[in-house]
C-alpha cells in the first residue's frame, strides 16, 4: 500500500542524477568534466559524488562492483565538486564510468 505524501515531503527527499562518462577514440586521463544541471535543479556540492565503473556498457542495466580486481584497478571512488568542476580519476581514464551526483530541485510557485 502506497502511502501519502506531501508536497514538502518531495521537496525534502535526496535526489541522484547520473551521468554516464565514456572515452571515445581518446583517454581520459587527467580530464575536468564541468557540469551544468540546467534550470531548475543545483548540485549539492557539500555532498560527494560518487564514481563507479560501468562493467556492462551496452547492457541495459548498471553493474558496479566495489572491489578490486586482480590488476588492481579501483572499482568505486567518492570525489568532490568545486565550482561545477569534476576533476576524473586515473582509473577512470579508458573505461565507462557513471557519476552519481546529489541534486536539489529549485521549485517557484506562480
Do not use: C
Request: hydrophobic share 45%.
Amino acid at each position: 500500500m502506497l502511502g501519502w505524501t506531501s508536497k514538502m515531503d518531495l521537496l525534502t527527499l535526496d535526489k541522484w542524477m547520473g551521468i554516464i562518462v565514456k572515452p571515445i577514440n581518446y583517454s581520459l586521463k587527467g580530464a575536468f568534466l564541468h557540469i551544468d544541471p540546467g534550470p531548475g535543479l543545483v548540485i549539492e556540492e557539500t555532498h560527494v559524488i560518487e564514481m563507479e565503473r560501468y562493467d556492462n556498457a551496452g547492457v541495459d542495466h548498471l553493474k558496479s562492483t566495489r572491489s578490486e580486481d586482480s590488476a588492481g584497478d579501483v572499482h568505486s571512488e567518492q570525489l568532490t565538486l568545486q565550482d561545477n568542476i569534476l576533476e576524473l580519476p586515473e582509473w577512470a581514464s579508458n573505461i565507462t564510468s557513471v557519476l552519481w551526483i546529489p541534486v536539489i530541485d529549485l521549485v517557484i510557485d506562480f
